[in-house]
């Protein structure tokens, strides 16, 4: 069974994945792992920002309290 052809991926694709070796299957594997790599990276920065953005908001409001 080729996925290649059940996906039906560009041609020019299709050489790069198999001069890297890959398969269909591990292609789709690694790029499914990728994407929750970097969605989860983003969601750490932005919680991140936040928490900045809060702690600036507390000190801002307890130099302006005193």
């Known amino acids: 069974m080729d996925l290649w052809k059940i996906f039906e991926m560009d041609e020019h694709l299709t050489e790069l994945w198999k001069e890297l ?24 920065g932005i919680l991140e920002a936040h928490k900045k953005m809060e702690e600036k908001k507390i000190e801002q409001k307890a130099v302006m309290n005193k």
């Open 21 to 44: 070796g890959m398969s269909a299957g591990t292609a789709i594997v690694v790029l499914i792992a990728l994407y929750f790599v970097i969605k989860w990276a983003v969601k750490n």
